[in-house]
């Protein structure tokens, strides 16, 4: 199944908004050493990451219970 046009630009649009912000929230990190920095961004990046599935999953779960 897809979805309708208006829906797959909205969610489109929603996504790169949240990339963006995802970015910003991954690369605050205050890391003491700078050694550390890029792991804790990369971590960052991994835990936001997985947030957002699980709420895509979650959204298309819905979607598709609405439909029966």
């Known amino acids: ?5 208006r829906e797959a630009v909205l969610l ?3 996504q790169q908004k ?3 912000d995802r970015d910003m929230k ?4 205050e890391a003491r050493a700078p050694s ?9 990046l991994a835990d ?3 947030e ?3 709420e895509l999953a979650g959204r298309y779960e819905e979607l ?3 439909e029966k």
């Open 1 to 5: 199944d897809e979805l309708p046009d």
């Open 12 to 14: 489109a649009d929603e």
């Open 18 to 20: 949240w990339l963006k």
């Open 26 to 29: 991954a690369a605050g990190g």
């Open 36 to 44: 550390l920095r890029s792991v804790e961004y990369t971590a960052g």
């Open 48 to 50: 936001l990451t997985r």
């Open 52 to 54: 957002r599935a699980y």
């Open 64 to 66: 598709m219970q609405a």
